[in-house]
C-alpha cells in the first residue's frame, strides 16, 4: 500500500503567519473595542475645580466694609451683602478663566448671571460665618 497521490500538506510557515496575523488583529481589536471608563465627566469635574478655587480666592479676599474676607461680610446681613456684592461681581468675573461663567448664592441674595440650561455645571459650597455660599460655574 501506497500512499494516497492527492493529499497535500499545508506549509508550516503559512499556519504561524496565519496564526500571528490573528493574534496581531485581536491586540488591536482590544483597544479598538474596550469601553471607555464610566467615571464623571471631565468637563463637570473641571469646573467643580474651577468653582472651588474660585470660592478659596474670594475667601482670601479683604472685604470692602470691614470683616475677615468678603465672603462672611456677604453673609452677615443682607446690607452688607449689598455693599459686598459689586466688589463680589468684579471679582468673580476676573478670577474666573475668560469662558466661564459663574453665579454666587448666599442666603441673602445672588451674583452673577442665572446659568443657562443645557450647559455643563460645576459647582463648590463653603461654610463661612453660619452661612451656605454656594458657587455655580458653567462654561460656553
Request: overall charge neutral.
Amino acid at each position: 500500500m501506497g500512499e494516497p497521490a492527492g493529499r497535500g500538506q499545508l506549509a508550516t510557515s503559512l499556519v504561524e503567519a496565519a496564526v500571528g496575523a490573528l493574534l496581531i488583529l485581536s491586540v488591536v481589536a482590544g483597544f479598538l473595542w474596550v469601553p471607555v471608563e464610566g467615571g464623571a465627566d471631565p468637563t463637570a469635574t473641571a469646573l467643580d475645580r474651577t468653582a472651588a478655587d474660585t470660592l478659596s480666592v474670594l475667601a482670601a479676599e479683604p472685604p470692602v466694609d470691614g470683616g475677615r474676607n468678603r465672603l462672611s461680610a456677604a453673609c452677615r446681613s443682607p446690607s452688607s451683602f449689598a455693599a459686598e456684592r459689586d466688589a463680589l461681581d468684579r471679582r468673580l468675573h476676573s478670577a474666573l478663566p475668560t469662558s466661564v461663567f459663574g453665579r454666587i448664592e448666599t442666603p441673602h441674595g445672588t451674583v452673577g448671571p442665572a446659568r443657562p440650561t443645557g450647559v455643563p455645571t460645576g459647582s463648590a459650597t463653603r461654610t463661612v460665618a453660619g452661612c451656605t455660599v454656594t458657587l455655580r460655574v458653567w462654561a460656553v
